[in-house]
């Protein structure tokens, strides 16, 4: 199990070795693990002058699975565009072929009152988001800034999907609603934009191979407005890369702390990136107060999606749901009355109910 790890910037270094942490029990009972590091982001540009640089490149080829924290940080706002952490992560993501994201929100009941919603729309929630993740405005080309005809500047990008980028994430959509609870919704924006009305039709060409599954579409703006109206409504959701950003942040927000979430990154071979859903934090970084959970939560979903272990990923999430059941909250989920603890110390009580 070879696992390359990229800490990344801000709070990335702190959550990960928290994550590290949990894996490192594994090991010592004989998981055949190797962890390769590298750098990616900012800490990377500091080091090689690129936020993908080839060392990490090699070894992000090479490995069966990476372990990301974060990256991005105020202090390299300003470089030129392609040399900005955020690069480094669309840049991995394309040379590693990761087109499917999984980002799931789970409300664990122990923090049904950190969610900005009513207990009663969000106890129990549980949905997935699968984002395509290498497609769409974010890739498609011509894309820039320009003067115009008229001499006027423009900013202008590409909104597109071939044929063969929907069916391949349908079917991961699909495959996953079967194991979970056959129910199916496609975002779009047919109304408006044709990308997305392509994107529908071969959706439902695909659920032909999947008759058990209900599949439903709804327009973006209408799942966003459902997300927060009605969120239960919803088991698995798939669509692009542009809604996906947008609507997964969304979804997170509906647990109350996006502190809490995994995501997974998959190719067509189960190769996979796992990281946290946040982001790196710059204002708390260094204080050894993030949450490490959505990154061990990652190392779970890896050992799940990656490497075919559920009862090691199970073990890691119950571990999770244990220390949350005793109360232990780092400060993004304190509530009065609860064992406030700082991320070294969650990481402490993660391990010990491992
Ligand atoms: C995410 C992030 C990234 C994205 C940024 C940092 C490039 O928002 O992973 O959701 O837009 O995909
Ligand atoms: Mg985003």
């Keep these: 199990m070879k696992i390359a790890v990229l800490a990344g910037d801000g709070i990335g270094p702190e959550i990960i070795a928290q994550a590290l942490r949990v894996l490192e029990v594994l090991k010592e009972e004989g998981m055949p693990m190797q962890f390769v590091h590298a750098p990616l982001g900012g800490q990377a540009y500091d080091q090689y002058g690129h936020p993908y640089p080839e060392f990490t490149q090699k070894i992000c080829r090479d490995a069966d699975a990476v372990l990301l924290g974060a990256v991005g940080g105020p202090q390299y706002d300003n470089l030129d565009r392609p040399l900005r952490p955020e690069r480094g992560l669309l840049a991995i993501r394309k040379d590693l072929g990761l087109f499917a994201n999984l980002r799931p929100a789970v409300l664990y009941p122990e923090l049904a009152n950190a969610s900005t919603l009513k207990p009663e729309v969000v106890s129990g929630l549980d949905i997935m988001i699968v984002r395509e993740l ?40 699909f495959d996953i609603a079967m194991k979970r609870g056959k129910k199916l919704c496609s975002v779009d924006k047919a109304n408006v934009l044709e990308t ?18 209900e599949l439903n579409h709804m327009y973006v703006d209408n799942a966003a407005m459902q997300l927060i109206r009605n969120p239960k409504q919803f088991d698995v959701m798939v669509t692009g890369n542009i809604f996906g950003d947008i609507l997964s942040d969304e979804a997170s927000m509906l647990t109350g702390s996006i502190g809490m979430l995994a995501s997974a990154s998959l190719n067509e071979t189960k190769k996979g990136l796992y990281e946290p859903s946040h982001g790196s934090a710059p204002d708390i970084a260094g204080k050894n107060l993030a949450n490490p959970i959505a990154t061990v939560l990652s ?56």
Excluded at 151 to 172: D, K, L, W
Aim: proline share 2%.
């Design 299 to 354: 190392t779970a979903m890896m050992l799940r999606y990656t490497f075919d272990n559920e009862a090691a990923a199970a073990r890691i999430e119950n571990a999770v749901k244990k220390v949350l059941a005793a109360g232990y909250r780092t400060g993004d989920i304190f509530e009065a009355g609860m064992r406030r603890v700082s991320c070294s110390e969650m990481g402490d009580q993660i391990v010990a109910a491992m």
């Design 196 to 213: 997305t009305e392509f994107w529908k039709e071969i959706v439902i060409d695909v659920a032909k191979e999947y008759p058990e599954v």
């Design 134 to 173: 290498t497609g769409d405005v974010y890739f498609g080309q011509p894309r820039g800034m320009r003067t115009n005809e008229h001499g006027e500047r423009e900013g202008f990008n590409t909104m597109v999907y071939a044929e063969s980028e929907v069916r391949r994430i349908a079917h991961v959509a």
